[in-house]
């Protein structure tokens, strides 16, 4: 029996000593087990934040290059209208007021101020671009008739089906 005793007791501190290694064992697996996890939560944030950092950028590259494109659009459009302008006037110019009393001999006439073709055709443009539910423009002494007459004839403007004191520009962007 006391064999049996003397046994039994190494085993029991065997088993003890055991469950002391496996107590740290588990203490040192839970420690290592929570660095994992603070490390995973750290690349997590750091990934997160890196992200954030790109697509900042990026989106700030693509604003920058529409307003390239809109400053290069605007430049583009100046140049256009001065071209356009320059033709106008050396092509079309406003009648002269000598022209003018020559053909009707009519002193009586009030001195209307008029538009140049270029001025005419700006103000067509900026009401279809404005307002192209009502594109039409009222016409006053100020449009010379025959540039009125030359842009009908040449299908640039139109007249109102009821009214035809309104003309519009014909929408050749549609």
Same mark, same amino acid.
């Given at each position: 029996?006391?064999k049996?005793?003397?046994? $039994? *007791? ?9 469950? %002391? %290694? ?10 290592w ?6 490390? +995973?939560?750290?690349?997590?944030k ?8 790109? *697509? ?9 290059? $529409? ?5 290069? +659009?605007? =430049?583009? %459009?100046?140049? +256009? ?12 110019? +406003?009648? *002269? ?8 001999n ?10 140049? !073709? ?6 067509? !443009? ?12 009222? !016409? ?7 540039? =009125?007459?030359?842009? $009908? ?13 309104? $003309? ?5 962007? %549609?």
């Open positions: 029996l006391q049996v005793k003397n046994d $039994l *007791e190494m085993v029991l501190s065997t088993v003890r000593s055991k469950n %002391k %290694k496996l107590e740290e064992d588990l203490k040192r697996e839970q420690q087990c929570e660095e994992q996890e603070q490390m +995973l939560d750290t690349l997590s750091t990934e997160e934040e890196t992200k954030t950092q790109f *697509e900042e950028p990026s989106t700030k590259r693509g604003f920058d290059e $529409l307003q390239n494109k809109i400053m290069k +659009l605007k =430049i583009y %459009k100046k140049e +256009l209208l001065s071209a356009l302008g320059e033709f106008l006037d050396e092509h079309f110019p +406003l009648p *002269e007021e000598g022209e003018n009393t020559k053909k009707k009519s002193s009586a006439e009030p001195a209307v101020e008029l538009i140049t !073709i270029q001025e005419f055709l700006e103000i067509l !443009i900026n009401k279809l671009m404005t307002t192209p539910h009502e594109p039409y423009v009222t !016409i006053n002494e100020s449009f010379w008739p025959p540039y =009125i007459e030359l842009l $009908l004839r040449c299908g640039m403007v139109l007249r109102h089906p009821e009214d035809p004191k309104r $003309l519009r520009l014909e929408a050749f962007h %549609k």
